[in-house]
T-cell receptor
Framework: ETGVTQSPTHLIKTRGQQVTLRCSSQ?????VSWYQQALGQGPQFIFQ???????GRGNFPPRFSGLQFPNYSSELNVNALELDDSALYLC???????????FGPGTRLTVL | AQTVTQSQPEMSVQEAETVTLSCTYDTSESDYYLFWYKQPPSRQMILVIR??????QNATENRFSVNFQKAAKSFSLKISDSQLGDAAMYFC?????????????????FGKGTHLIIQP
């Protein structure tokens, strides 16, 4: 059974740029959730995708967007990067409403 | 909105001893799930234990057990026979139960975490 994977591991961008982060869900899982974890904080829920549609969002602006593909993998896109977007971005996969969320190793984004 | 509070930013315990990490939460819901996750320096969030609110029996997983007090909205984690590999950040998390309609998201709400140090 393959676990949740994320790419890239690290990323450095400058303010105003756009970034795409990728996540492959665990085998058999149909739901992907994205979280932002600022340094020294707990993760904050960004949004969740199920059946290729966003079906819930936390308190994040529209410049945070995503996609889910037919194989349940997912992308997180962030436009117009701000310094405060520097964080660890975690992806978690699960069976919708049925199970525990399993996390990937995260992508560390630094915005200069 | 639900909130999760972890009042201990850091805890220290001697190897082989027992330590308890505290977590309280605020919700108006009657059915929900609670989790403890561990995040070592490698950053990957690892599930430690899960508790369904409708179950009165406290969950246990080997050396890890919880004390779930629903009325007090308290969910503490006890680690017995602490090992060096237990050193990590520990996060308490809340998730709503699935709605009967099947709609909406089931994102987790996390506390700020407790840094657990194991003294050899």
């Amino acid at each position: 059974e393959t676990g949740v994977t994320q790419s890239p591991t690290h990323l450095i961008k400058t303010r105003g740029q756009q970034v795409t982060l990728r996540c492959s869900s665990q085998s058999g899982h149909n739901t992907v959730s994205w979280y932002q974890q600022a340094l020294g904080q707990g993760p904050q829920f960004i949004f969740q995708y199920y059946r290729e549609e966003e079906n819930g969002r936390g308190n994040f602006p529209p410049r945070f967007s995503g996609l889910q593909f037919p194989n349940y993998s997912s992308e997180l896109n962030v436009n117009a990067l701000e310094l405060d977007d520097s964080a660890l971005y975690l992806c978690a996969s699960s069976l919708r409403f049925m199970g525990t969320q399993y996390f990937g190793p995260g992508t560390r984004l630094t915005v200069l | 909105a639900q909130t999760v509070t972890q009042s201990q930013p850091e805890m220290s315990v001697q190897e082989a001893e027992t330590v308890t990490l505290s977590c309280t939460y605020d919700t108006s819901e009657s059915d929900y799930y609670l989790f403890w996750y561990k995040q070592p320096p490698s950053r990957q969030m690892i599930l430690v234990i899960r508790q369904e609110a409708y179950k009165q029996q406290n969950a246990t997983e080997n050396r890890f057990s919880v004390n779930f007090q629903k009325a007090a909205k308290s969910f503490s984690l006890k680690i017995s026979d602490s090992q060096l590999g237990d050193a990590a950040m520990y996060f308490c998390a809340y998730r709503s139960a699935p709605p009967l309609s099947g709609g909406g998201a089931d994102g987790l709400t996390f506390g700020k975490g407790t840094h657990l140090i194991i003294q050899p």
